[in-house]
């Protein structure tokens, strides 16, 4: 049934949250003023990355003239409370004569996300006690930490640890991006289209052919139709995979279903649609209002040949995309009028869910595979605000006829997540909007 089914896509916060946040930190009495970055100082950073603090913006020069320290940088970093208990989240005062400055209350399981600095200093604290819990040092190339009980730290590799460091400095030194995958992860090794650049296409052949025939709709409900598709000869067709954008990787690939196909599958979940959910535990949240139902490959022939049609556009083994190996079923949604699923990532963060071992492992969603079944009349994109490709640099919003299909990667070719895979389903403003989507994981599901 469809309620089996949860929804595993992790509603992400890092960006916005922290766009709102970011000069939160508190409004209490304190020699730091107003605010606790009042107290922000210049730091040296090592070659082995060690951090020195500096008197209050100073920057010390050598006798050759040349500069041994930079003010610091901002850090946009995100707090998760993994213990089981509330914890106090204390910001170490640089200033030794002063104040240690509380922050906040963070719940179990709870995230919180704000701007601070290299070398900076933050404690969890037992609510109630006072106890300290953990101490956490900032380092630059890092931008997620977890709260966690000291059984838990005791249980990690020290030398993996140091060697996680040092990878992640080298990392982002390399790319400018922070490492956001488990560590290690090998590269991906599934076929990732490359984008090149905005407007190229790229052939791809396939004989998993369209279905065509037999529709017969009500002429009160056009949704409400009966489908009897005839089985075409198997003959070779080219797709088109067209690049949206470079960063995140998106693609347009039209006619990857005929109208017939889509009608079948909007057919086939009416009176099993409910309320969609967001995360593992699938929980009912206000960001996303749409409704939700799950298909699988074997659930009739016409089925079966569109995973067969994906695996090939994907250039990713035809197995793979069966019987839960490294493909989700297929989720079809359905939004009516101001239903919409606000901005997040597709991929599962490890610092989110870190209680799943099958996460842990490395494996995650590398793919979403899109395609518009019954496209609303007015609103309804599918927005990529974090993409280069739009009008300034200010995102893109897909808008595709019926049939045609969206790829988006929200892995990098090298293993890391893409931060920038960043997306939402818009507002339908007038109409009915059908979707699907297929999950593609790498290197397998669980």
Not at 63 to 72: F, L, N, Q, R, V
Not at 234 to 243: L, M, P, Y
Not at 268 to 290: E, N, Y
Not at 436 to 444: D, G, Q, V, Y
Request: net charge negative.
């Amino acid at each position: 049934s469809c309620g089996a089914w949860l929804q595993l896509t992790m509603k992400s916060t890092h960006v916005y949250f922290v766009l709102l946040v970011f000069v939160v930190f508190v409004k209490a009495e304190s020699s730091c003023g107003e605010d606790a970055l009042d107290c922000a100082v210049a730091t040296e950073v090592t070659a082995d990355g060690e951090s020195v603090l500096l008197e209050d913006k100073v920057v010390d020069e050598k006798s050759d003239g040349e500069t041994t320290a930079a003010y610091a940088e901002p850090i946009f970093v995100t707090f998760w409370n993994h213990m089981k208990q509330p914890v106090r989240i204390v910001w170490k005062n640089v200033r030794e004569d002063q104040d240690d400055v509380e922050y906040m209350i963070l719940e179990p399981k709870g995230q919180t996300a704000f701007t601070t600095y290299q070398s900076h200093v933050w404690y969890a604290k037992d609510d109630e006690t006072g106890e300290n819990l953990q101490e956490i040092t900032m380092f630059w190339a890092q931008s997620v930490y977890s709260f966690e009980t000291l059984e838990v730290r005791n249980a990690r590799d020290e030398a993996l640890e140091v060697e996680r460091r040092i990878f992640m400095t080298e990392y982002k030194e390399r790319t400018g991006l922070n490492w956001l995958a488990v560590y290690p992860r090998k590269n991906v090794s599934f076929h990732m289209w490359s984008p090149i650049e905005v407007g190229t296409e790229q052939l791809v052949t396939s004989n998993a052919s369209l279905w065509h025939n037999h529709t017969k709709c009500s002429e009160d409900d056009p949704l409400d139709c009966s489908v009897d598709l005839d089985r075409p000869e198997e003959v070779d067709a080219d797709f088109v995979v067209r690049t949206m954008s470079v960063s995140p990787q998106v693609f347009h690939i039209p006619g990857c279903l005929s109208e017939d196909e889509a009608d079948l599958i909007v057919s086939m979940v009416q009176g099993r649609l409910t309320r969609s959910l967001v995360s593992a535990k699938g929980i009912i949240d206000p960001d996303r209002t749409s409704s939700t139902c799950w298909v699988g490959h074997d659930e009739n022939d016409v089925m079966d040949n569109i995973f067969n049609r994906i695996a090939d556009i994907l250039q990713i083994p035809r197995h793979n995309m069966k019987n839960m190996l490294a493909a989700e079923h297929l989720q079809v949604v359905r939004y009516y009028e101001g239903q919409e699923y606000k901005t997040h990532h597709d991929y599962m963060d490890p610092a989110i869910h870190a209680e799943h071992s099958y996460v842990m492992r490395g494996n995650n969603r590398l793919a979403t595979f899109l395609f518009y079944l019954h496209p609303p009349e007015e609103g309804g994109g599918t927005g990529f605000p974090e993409s280069t490709a739009g009008e300034d640099g200010k995102g893109i919003i897909a808008k595709l006829p019926k049939g045609d299909a969206v790829l988006f990667y929200s892995m990098l070719p090298d293993g890391n997540l893409d931060i920038a895979s960043l997306h939402s389903g818009n507002p339908v403003e007038k109409g009915v909007k059908y979707i699907s989507n297929l999950w593609i994981w790498e290197p397998r599901f669980r």
